[in-house]
């Protein structure tokens, strides 16, 4: 069965490091997006890309969180320099049609900001 | 603005009888509403979805149900397995394509 790959799946590092997380959404996926869960919430959107464009970037931090799908597959969000406020689970999902279609969602990558 | 909230963040039932999970939402533009499961250290895995077009979807041991005027859903699990015990969230969206909103999840335990 076709799958959303993250890696790393755990990442501890230290405030005003740089972090990076990977992602691969299943395959004829156009849409990609990067969720943020803290824990104890739900998750709540980072990005959206439709293809290699972003769609709603409205709640990413710009000052420290970047993104990028230059090709319009995979994916990389950057956190420069990391915070404690960071610390969270980092969910990347893939959907076929962004209006009606299920979001399918990788394993996540699980940051711990020291 | 949450504008989807789960108010229950804990839920325990027994083995075998039914489990219901609640969501609200604000937003009236919202059409089209997901279920998903999550289990610790894992991402969330798709449940069940329904349209605004429908009341009720049903698969398997899973039904959703949706009151459009009370914004309001419902998911029901009969019967109840210890395997189902996992953090439940119900997203919604409206029909522009725009992202996912995902309610605060509802931890439920199933005893044996």
């Known amino acids: 069965e076709a799958e959303v790959a993250q890696s790393p799946r755990y990442k501890i590092t230290e405030k005003s490091q740089a972090v990076a997380f990977w992602c691969d959404p299943i395959?004829?996926?156009?849409?990609l997006y990067w969720y943020r869960q803290i824990l104890g919430q739900g998750p709540e959107l980072l990005v959206q890309f439709q293809d290699e464009s972003v769609v709603d970037d409205s709640q990413l931090p710009k000052d420290r969180f970047s993104a990028e799908r230059l090709k319009g597959v995979d994916s990389t969000l950057k956190i420069q320099p990391a915070e404690l406020g960071d610390s969270a689970m980092y969910l990347c999902a893939s959907s076929i049609d962004p209006v009606f279609g299920e979001l399918f969602f990788g394993e996540g990558s699980r940051l711990t900001v020291l | 603005d949450q504008q989807v909230k789960q108010n229950s963040p804990s839920l325990s039932v027994q083995e075998g009888r039914i489990s219901i999970l609640n969501c609200d939402y604000t937003n009236s533009m919202f059409d089209y509403f997901l279920w998903y499961k999550k289990y610790p250290a894992e991402g969330p895995t798709f449940l069940i979805s329904i349209s605004s077009i429908k009341d009720k979807n049903e698969d398997g041991r899973f039904t959703v149900f949706l009151n459009k005027s009370a914004k309001h859903l419902s998911l029901h699990i009969v019967p109840s397995q210890p395997g189902d015990s996992a953090v439940y969230f119900c997203a919604a969206s409206d029909n522009t394509g725009n992202q996912f909103y995902f309610g605060t999840g509802t931890s439920l335990t199933v005893i044996p």
């Open positions: 395959s004829g996926h156009a849409t």
